[in-house]
């Protein structure tokens, strides 16, 4: 597979935010995965999900870079529903082709050659095996071999020799965070003493809290009409007769005309009568307090785990991720 084009140098990749081919945010760039035959970009991976913790693989082809964003020419569906490859370990054959017939693509002829750290003069040859005349003049790395000596694990070798068993793309982290295990079955370099050793990361998960505004609250007032009846005591003049007789030579009887006369008296009465004013009867208003509850909160984690295979067994051995400074093996 050709490196993609327009892309020479992993740091130019590091941090961009990816959309797809409709202009939709997909997540940011995680890795950066270099060919092994020109050392240029050719794959990265997006970080994607709750809190960016799973990787898809997408391809560079096609894709194109404005400002701090990353276009790639394929939609978000399918970078989501991208195979699930280790986007920690190297990038095998299998998987590369595996991840060329999701996106539809097909893979350049003569791309089988070894997987080439970045900065290294030479690929390397997977497995078992001496170095060839061709690779005479190439540079025995990770075991300390000199050329043209037996070496197990990793040799690098140059030239037309070829090289044994497959390759693929080494993955370069867009933090510049080396990575424990960077490399399918690549070992450190071994001290005088004969020791090797990686050191294995896991990630953890760290949750904090953050304020927003989750609505808004008010006071309306409005008038409501009732109906209200009081009892308020009133008071009316009536009219009754009073006869007293007149005793003869009563002088305070006083003349009268004999005939038809008429007397008036005027009469009171009290009504009810009702007015209204507005008075002030009470004052609302709004307060805030704070409620604390405990709300769960998921997300995924990765750790690293290491295999290993024991010189006197056949098999290979798990590392049981147990206490600190202990090794197990089975």
Same mark, same amino acid.
């Given at each position: 597979?050709?490196?993609?084009?327009?892309?020479?140098?992993?740091?130019?990749?590091?941090?961009?935010?990816? @959309?797809?081919?409709?202009?939709?945010?997909?997540?940011?760039?995680?890795?950066? @995965?270099?060919?092994?035959?020109?050392? &240029?970009?050719?794959?990265?991976?997006?970080?994607?999900?709750?809190?960016?913790?799973? !990787?898809?693989?997408?391809?560079?082809?096609?894709?194109?870079?404005?400002?701090?964003?990353?276009?790639?020419?394929?939609? &978000?569906?399918?970078?989501?529903?991208?195979?699930?490859?280790?986007?920690?370990?190297?990038?095998?054959?299998? !998987?590369?082709?595996?991840?060329?017939?999701?996106?539809?693509?097909?893979? &350049?002829?003569?791309?089988?050659?070894?997987?080439?750290?970045?900065?290294?003069?030479?690929?390397?040859?997977?497995?078992?095996?001496?170095?060839?005349?061709?690779?005479?003049?190439?540079?025995?790395?990770?075991?300390?071999?000199?050329?043209?000596?037996?070496?197990?694990?990793?040799?690098?070798?140059?030239?037309?020799?070829?090289?044994?068993?497959?390759?693929?793309?080494?993955?370069?982290?867009?933090?510049? =965070?080396?990575?424990?295990?960077?490399?399918?079955?690549?070992?450190?370099?071994?001290?005088?003493?004969?020791? !090797?050793?990686?050191?294995?990361?896991?990630?953890?998960?760290?949750?904090?809290?953050?304020?927003?505004?989750?609505?808004?609250? =008010?006071?309306?007032?409005?008038?409501?009409? !009732?109906?209200?009846?009081?009892?308020?005591?009133?008071?009316?003049?009536?009219?009754?007769?009073? =006869?007293?007789?007149?005793?003869?030579?009563?002088?305070?009887?006083?003349?009268?005309?004999?005939?038809?006369?008429?007397?008036?008296?005027?009469?009171?009465?009290?009504?009810?009568?009702?007015?209204?004013?507005?008075?002030?009867?009470?004052?609302?208003?709004?307060?805030?307090?704070?409620?604390?509850?405990? &709300?769960?909160?998921?997300?995924?984690?990765?750790?690293?785990?290491?295999? @290993?295979?024991?010189?006197?067994?056949?098999?290979?051995?798990?590392?049981?991720?147990?206490?600190?400074?202990?090794?197990?093996? =089975?």
């Amino acid at each position: 597979m050709g490196a993609a084009d327009g892309f020479t140098d992993s740091g130019e990749l590091d941090g961009l935010t990816v @959309y797809d081919n409709d202009g939709e945010k997909v997540g940011s760039v995680g890795r950066v @995965y270099v060919d092994d035959d020109t050392g &240029k970009p050719d794959w990265v991976t997006v970080k994607t999900g709750l809190f960016g913790m799973k !990787e898809s693989f997408v391809p560079l082809a096609g894709a194109r870079r404005v400002g701090s964003d990353l276009h790639v020419a394929h939609p &978000k569906e399918s970078v989501k529903d991208a195979p699930r490859v280790d986007a920690d370990a190297h990038l095998s054959v299998a !998987e590369e082709e595996e991840l060329y017939r999701h996106y539809g693509l097909t893979r &350049k002829s003569g791309n089988l050659g070894g997987n080439r750290p970045q900065g290294s003069d030479a690929p390397t040859a997977a497995g078992t095996g001496a170095m060839g005349a061709a690779g005479a003049a190439g540079t025995a790395r990770g075991t300390g071999t000199a050329p043209g000596a037996k070496a197990t694990g990793k040799a690098t070798t140059t030239g037309a020799a070829g090289t044994a068993g497959t390759g693929g793309h080494r993955d370069t982290d867009a933090s510049a =965070r080396p990575l424990a295990g960077a490399g399918a079955g690549t070992s450190r370099a071994a001290d005088m003493s004969g020791r !090797e050793e990686m050191v294995r990361s896991e990630e953890q998960l760290h949750v904090g809290t953050e304020e927003y505004e989750s609505g808004r609250a =008010r006071l309306h007032k409005y008038v409501v009409t !009732e109906e209200v009846t009081r009892t308020v005591p009133v008071s009316h003049e009536e009219v009754r007769v009073v =006869r007293e007789p007149l005793q003869p030579g009563d002088k305070t009887a006083g003349t009268t005309d004999f005939g038809e006369q008429d007397v008036e008296v005027t009469l009171h009465a009290e009504r009810a009568t009702v007015r209204k004013e507005a008075v002030p009867v009470e004052r609302v208003r709004l307060e805030t307090n704070r409620v604390t509850e405990q &709300k769960e909160v998921s997300a995924e984690v990765r750790k690293e785990k290491i295999d @290993y295979a024991d010189g006197t067994e056949m098999g290979k051995g798990k590392d049981g991720g147990g206490e600190f400074g202990q090794g197990r093996r =089975r």
